[in-house]
């Protein structure tokens, strides 16, 4: 049972490096988020997905930076050509409902933490 | 756009004393509030949250928070603190119209045996 998972763990990759991880959202579960979180800070938003529909991708912070849900379920964060500047934990969060749960208890994975040397 | 405030990076309390852990949101609007808390290396995991019911909101691991629009505050309180407390807490609001979620600086949280 399950909770969200996020894959892999942790990840090291050299400078110019492409990555992509992985998060598994709970069964059933419409609602799917991406946030970045930098050492010492909170979590930023990253983008929102409504089963396979991405709609709102405001928080990513560059082109490099692509998320995709094809099915609905499995999504997908890929950062190309990695900076330092990107080294974070890159938390998954999934929540019941779609917009109409404003409220509802977002899931959060334990995060990938990238580390871009 | 709406956010919040968290006073206060790190906060220390003695085993048994009073937890109060602050935020301040800014708002023109009542908005929705919530309290996560994060142990080390694991996600976030939702402590309680505040929309618009009741003002005095009870949640996990006997935390509470009350909401007080004319202070525009929303602190975190527990009467006696645990060792299994320390973790670092965040303040988090909504913003826009969905679940949109805006993250304070957060918190951590040291108990002293």
């Known amino acids: 049972g399950a909770g969200v998972s996020q894959s892999p763990r942790y990840k090291v990759a050299k400078r110019g490096q492409d990555v992509a991880l992985r998060c598994d959202p709970i069964?059933?579960?419409?609602?799917l988020f991406w946030y970045q979180q930098a050492l010492g800070q909170g979590p930023e938003f990253l983008t929102y997905?409504?089963?396979?529909?991405?709609?709102?991708k405001s928080g990513l912070p560059s082109d490099r930076f692509f998320a995709e849900r094809p099915e609905g379920s499995v999504s997908t964060l890929k950062i190309q050509r990695t900076q330092q500047e990107d080294s974070a934990v890159y938390l998954c969060?999934?929540?019941?409902?779609?917009?109409?749960?404003?409220?509802?208890?977002?899931?959060f994975g334990p995060g990938t933490r990238l580390t871009v040397l | 756009a709406q956010s919040v405030t968290q006073l206060g990076s790190h906060v220390s309390v003695s085993e048994g004393a009073l937890v109060l852990l602050r935020c301040n949101y800014s708002?023109?609007?009542?908005?929705?509030l919530f309290w996560y808390v994060q142990y080390p290396n694991q996600g976030l995991q939702l402590l309680l949250k505040?929309?618009?019911?009741?003002?005095l909101v009870k949640g996990i691991n006997g935390f509470e928070a009350e909401f007080k629009k004319s202070e525009t505050s929303f602190h975190l309180t527990k009467p006696s603190a645990h060792m299994s407390d320390a973790a670092e807490y965040f303040c988090a609001v909504i913003r826009g119209g969905y679940q949109k979620v805006t993250f304070g600086t957060g918190t951590k949280l040291q108990v002293i045996p």
């Open positions: 505040y929309t618009s019911a009741a003002t």
């Open positions: 069964s059933g579960h419409v609602s």
């Open positions: 997905f409504q089963n396979e529909a991405q709609l709102d």
């Open positions: 969060a999934s929540s019941p409902r779609g917009l109409a749960g404003t409220t509802d208890t977002q899931y």
């Open positions: 708002s023109s609007v009542p908005p929705y």
